[in-house]
């Protein structure tokens, strides 16, 4: 019964994020905001027991609640000036609900939550709300722009998810800093081209799934659990070690393809500060990503004589290694594949 509730209130999870996004006006969106809203909810605290994943749920449904309720505020305050023709300055309205939206998203300066809500929930719900969750508030505050506030939040984005990472014990808040890093990139694209940063998001999310049904399948939630990675396959701990190489966007892995499409347009438009900043401070990601692998193979290594343990006996394996795959040779199949035609 509970497996048949929680496919119900997925499918108008993923349903009311594509009304947010086929929506012709600001209320239908709202709308589609609100739904997604109060069927995650109840994914979140799937687990009466756990009282982390009740927290996380309460402190995600009062922020998305007070996000949404200023949201209305200001569509309202638009429509009513509108349609009585008097004096309003679109500006200010217009940072309301970017601001709105980029808090319902997780992006600096409004991130405070993310952190804090994504470490109280397990790996699948993070994945959600790493990904399918930032869609439909990505999609709204691309059609609503300000230019120089964009720009701050895009360097604030980037600063907060490059040095929030560094001394992070829990593997969630590290991917959560992770997810914000990326969100920065993920406006810089939308800045200058549409296609860009939809492209941005769909990588991200392989490269973000691959990762965390390896974290969910070895149930690795904090950095000591790494210390005993040592006793699994060395072949996975060699596809988990690419795979943060490639989520950092180090070449020739499919995590750099995506960063390599923007910074060839930043250079474009001579965006050569940005460009500057963006790529100094994703080398510190990148560090920290190494910090991890560092872990899993050069501290605690031991090596049996057998092994009793067989990891390829799960069920997910086949999946993961098939992102894996995908995540490590991507860019190098898409190279080949440019050439030849």
Known sequence: MKKISNNIFLIMLILGSLITISSN???GAWMG???NLLSFIPLMNDNKKNLMSTESSLKYFLIQAFASSILLFSI???MLFFNN???INDNLNNLLILSTLLLKSGAAPFHFWFPGVMEGLNWMNNLILMTWQKIAPLMLISYNMNYNFFLFSIILSMIIGALGGLNQISLRKLMAFSS???LGWMLMAMMNNELLW????LLYSILSMSIILMFNDFKLYYFNQMFNFSLVNPLIKFFMLLNLLSLGGLPPFLGFLPKWLIIQNLIELNEFFLLFISVC???ITLYFYLRMSYSIYMLNYNKNAWNMTNSYNNNNMNLILTLN???ITGLMIITIIYLIL
């Open 25 to 27: 006006s600001w209320l």
């Open 33 to 35: 905001l609100e739904i």
């Open 76 to 78: 309202i305050f638009m």
């Open 85 to 87: 023709n008097w004096m």
């Open 180 to 182: 914000i890093n990326h």
């Open 198 to 201: 939809f492209s941005y998001f």
């Open 281 to 283: 401070l994703t080398l």
């Open 325 to 327: 795959f995908i995540s």
